[in-house]
């Protein structure tokens, strides 16, 4: 992903969210999709944020636009609840 693609990105979030992370050490991922092997260098996103229909949504639609721009299989979005006693 370019660098000014990250940044759009992570500012997208920001102006939703209030907040993101995001890892700067290098992950590739090798995969196969019609018997082709693909390597990716991966960059992972990490926003807190309540679990409510609103904020789902908003990460369908955000999945769906940068999935299209990247041109990339699939993303994959992870979803954890955390609950703090």
């Known amino acids: ?3 000014e693609w990250l940044a759009e ?3 997208e979030i920001v102006d939703s969210f209030g907040a ?5 050490q290098k992950v590739e991922g090798h995969w196969r999709h019609g018997g ?3 390597r990716d260098n991966l ?4 926003v807190d944020a309540p679990d409510s229909v609103k904020n789902r949504r908003w ?4 999945k769906s636009r940068w999935q ?6 699939e993303l994959w979005l992870v979803s954890c609840r ?3 006693e």
């Open 1 to 3: 992903m370019p660098a």
């Open 9 to 11: 990105a992570v500012l």
């Open 20 to 24: 993101v992370s995001y890892e700067t």
């Open 36 to 38: 082709v092997l693909y």
């Open 43 to 46: 960059v992972r996103l990490v």
């Open 59 to 62: 990460m369908k639609d955000f």
């Open 68 to 73: 299209a721009r990247l041109e990339q299989v």
């Open 82 to 84: 955390i609950e703090i």
